[in-house]
């Protein structure tokens, strides 16, 4: 059993949700099987991140590449989608959780665009947690839209190109409206962000674990969490310093305020 402080809780926590195919594989079962039993961790883990009060929790559920797995699989994945945002409406609802959605969600089919617009507004002033999901999403994707945006602002007279600063670009990225990411957890043994939150994870502290997102719990949650909570954030600054304390915190403040 895992040790968690919840003085300290990581306020956002994202998750590469990895491994589906390859849980599904091992029991002789279609890469789908996996995906289904991957909805039942979401689940587990949306509960245990309310229980213990974190604010924000991101979940990876289809990148902008994924587009390009085989069609019958894309066609499974946003049916349970489709099937979730339906059977998990009284989850949310009951636990006061907002529901957002960050990525390119016009690629989505037109059926599962109003059940997640119908969703999100229906929940959109519960303030137990926020529970994001990055579907169609790629980080640099985000960029890209953000610079084309700023871009048009540029062009339009309403910025000055000396005026684009941090707090700028950070405005026009719909992943930083829960804020920067301070744990990142992967699942499924792979070291890499495969175009997770490329701005928002700067500072996020990584967490790899090899457990594939099916068997992921409440318990392997919380083992991430203490994992975070025995590292040492230092955003750039220097740790014995007699004022490290207090400008880790400035730095923390500034990366919020971002
Ligand atoms: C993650 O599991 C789910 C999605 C990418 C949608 P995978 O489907 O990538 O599973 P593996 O990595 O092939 O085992
Ligand atoms: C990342 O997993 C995307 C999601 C979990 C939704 P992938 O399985 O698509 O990433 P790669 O191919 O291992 O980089
Ligand atoms: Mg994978």
């Given at each position: 059993m895992a040790l968690v402080e919840v003085s300290r809780l990581p306020q956002h926590v994202a998750i590469i949700m990895d491994g589906n195919g390859r849980w599904a594989q091992a029991r002789g079962k279609p890469r789908t099987a996996g995906h289904e039993r991957g909805a039942d961790a979401v689940r587990a883990t949306m509960r245990a991140a309310r229980r213990l009060g974190i604010p924000a929790l991101t979940l990876y559920?289809?990148?902008?590449?994924?587009?390009?797995?085989p069609q019958a699989e894309v066609n499974a994945l946003v049916d349970l989608l489709c099937e979730c945002l339906v059977s998990e409406r009284n989850e949310l609802v009951d636990n006061e959780i907002r529901l957002s959605a960050i990525g390119?969600?016009?690629?989505?089919?037109q059926h599962a665009q109003s059940r997640l617009q119908k969703l999100t507004s229906e929940t959109k002033?519960?303030?137990?947690?926020t529970l994001n999901l990055a579907l169609s999403y790629g980080g640099r994707e985000e960029l890209v839209d953000a610079v084309r945006a700023l871009a048009n602002k540029v062009h339009a007279d309403e910025?000055?190109?000396?005026?684009?600063d941090e707090s700028a670009i950070a405005q026009l990225l719909p992943s930083m409206d829960v804020g920067p990411v301070d744990l990142l957890i992967r699942t499924g043994g792979e070291q890499r962000i495969?175009?997770?939150?490329l701005w928002g994870s700067a500072y996020a502290e990584l967490y790899f674990t090899e457990e594939l997102w099916p068997d992921f719990d409440a318990n392997s949650l919380y083992c991430a969490i203490e994992a975070y909570q025995g590292r040492e954030r230092r955003f750039g600054l220097v740790?014995?310093?007699?004022?490290a304390a207090s400008t880790t915190e400035a730095r923390k403040e500034l990366e919020r305020a971002i």
């Open positions: 559920a289809f990148s902008e590449q994924n587009w390009d797995r390119r969600l016009h690629k989505l089919p002033a519960y303030e137990g947690m910025i000055d190109p000396s005026d684009i495969s175009n997770f939150l740790p014995d310093a007699e004022d």
